[in-house]
T-cell receptor, first 115, second 114 residues
């Protein structure tokens, strides 16, 4: 179990630029989640995949945001035309779909700063 | 909808003090309840969980009991250590098809002083 890994750890970009983050879940986990966390707040749900299917998207996920999980393994989250309000920690998590209360395993996150 | 309300922080305690961090929830359906912890510079980690009423989750000396009658899942520890300094998040999960997200509280920052 190598854990959930996210890349990059930090990203600084100028307003209006596009950014893409990658998440590699735990290999046997078929569920993958993206969350966003701002300072002093709990993680907020963005979107969720079961295998390659994107099953749920939050209203927080504007049309500038897109997420993919093309082969049901790694996932990417792209933000187009970044805005200063997009500055946050973007967290990826994975879980196995088994039984009640399957815990989420989180990566260390990608911290995005939009200048 | 689903929501979690946590005791506001920050909380500062002396080593070996008793800890309680309050958590109450609102949920449609029957949630599973979790406490996650975020140590400085690290990702969120599951601390403990409970999946049905009256269950008690426990780990590393921490405990929380799923109280359906009071819709609560308060976190307790009898004697805290400096290494417990972290941010603690209460969360719930209601498993409905197409609605699999974990809903978090805002977090409580705990600082333990020697």
């Amino acid at each position: 179990d190598t854990g959930v890994s996210q890349d990059p750890r930090h990203k600084i970009t100028k307003r209006g630029q596009n950014v893409t983050f990658r998440c590699d879940p735990i290999s046997e986990h078929n569920r993958l989640y993206w969350y966003r966390q701002t300072l002093g707040q709990g993680p907020e749900f963005l979107t969720y995949f079961q295998n390659e299917a994107q099953l749920e998207k939050s209203r927080l996920l504007s049309d500038r945001f897109s997420a993919e999980r093309p082969k049901g393994s790694f996932s990417t989250l792209e933000i187009q035309r970044t805005e200063q309000g997009d500055s946050a920690m973007y967290l990826c998590a994975s879980s196995a779909s088994q039984g009640l209360g399957s815990p989420l395993h989180f990566g260390n996150g990608t911290r995005l700063t939009v200048t | 909808g689903n929501s979690v309300t946590q005791m506001e922080g920050p909380v500062t305690l002396s080593e070996e003090a008793f800890l309680t961090i309050n958590c109450t929830y609102t949920a449609t359906g029957y949630p599973s309840l979790f406490w996650y912890v975020q140590y400085p510079g690290e990702g969120l980690q599951l601390l403990l969980k409970a999946t049905k009423a009256d269950d008690k989750g426990s780990n590393k000396g921490f405990e929380a009991t799923y109280r359906k009658e009071t819709t609560s899942f308060h976190l307790e520890k009898g004697s805290v250590q400096v290494s417990d300094s972290a941010v603690y998040f209460c969360a719930l999960h209601v498993s409905n098809f197409g609605n699999e997200k974990l809903t978090f509280g805002t977090g409580t920052r705990l600082t333990i002083i020697p």
